[in-house]
């Protein structure tokens, strides 16, 4: 059964922490996403990864970085949270006929 | 930028009947992607179209890339169809790769 895996499901941290979301697929996806969700703004693209260590900025990826040490997993960092990062955070991974796979997201507070 | 505009915004079915939801795509996508997000929010890819028209149970969908919009059609509808429909366009952002421009989704309740 393939699968994205998110962990943590749920997040508070306080401004000026660091953040660290993890994201993981046994498909041997190569190609994986970050993207945030907010209220009446859909879903927007921090980052790309189309495989390890080869990664894209996405239409939003101010205060945000990402790793891809292994094909199976891919990280999202926050250095510094601020509270405007707030949101439901979702990763996936596309195959090779372009359907993507979501994980089921990581709801993070920044207070 | 790329936009991709979702209509209607929000609807509302009895079950047993049917609609059409629709994406209006601002510049030439290269495919259309449908998602339902469901009621606990997770993510589940409807189709993927290049072109042409898909049908899958009582879903059915078309990309006209001529015209520049695709639709979504449920007929039959049924409670567990509840929830938010994104469509999202599939953009070249460099001669090395795309990525997709969702749209601000359909909130759609089925009721009996």
């Known amino acids: 059964d393939m699968k994205v895996t998110q962990m943590p499901r749920y997040l508070i941290k306080r401004m000026g922490e660091n953040v660290l979301l993890e994201c993981g697929q046994d498909?041997?996806?190569?190609?994986m996403y970050w993207y945030r969700q907010d209220p009446g703004l859909g879903l927007q693209l921090i980052y790309i990864?189309?495989?390890?260590?080869?990664?894209s900025e996405g239409d939003i990826p101010k205060g945000y970085r990402v790793s891809r040490k292994k094909r199976e997993h891919f990280s999202l960092i926050l250095d510094s949270a601020k509270t405007n990062q707030t949101s439901v955070y979702f990763c996936?991974?596309?195959?090779?006929?372009?359907?993507?796979?979501f994980g089921a997201g990581t709801r993070l507070s920044v207070l | 930028g790329d936009q991709v505009e979702q209509s209607p915004s929000a609807l509302s079915l009895h079950e047993g009947t049917g609609s059409a939801l629709r994406c209006n795509f601002t510049?030439?996508?290269?495919?259309v992607q449908w998602f339902q997000q469901n009621s606990r929010g997770s993510l589940i890819n409807l189709f993927y179209?290049?072109?042409g028209t898909k049908e899958n149970g009582r879903l059915k969908s078309t990309f006209n890339s001529k015209e520049s919009y695709s639709t979504l059609h449920i007929r039959d509808a049924q409670l567990e169809d509840s929830g938010t429909y994104f469509c999202?366009?599939?953009?070249?952002?460099?001669?090395?790769?795309?990525?997709?421009?969702f749209g601000q989704g359909t909130s759609l309740s089925v009721v009996p």
């Open positions: 996936a991974s596309r195959d090779c006929q372009n359907t993507l796979y």
């Open positions: 498909m041997s996806h190569e190609t």
């Open positions: 990864s189309y495989d390890v260590d080869s990664n």
């Open positions: 510049t030439t996508m290269r495919a």
């Open positions: 179209l290049a072109s």
């Open positions: 999202a366009a599939e953009v070249i952002a460099s001669s090395s790769f795309s990525k997709l421009v």
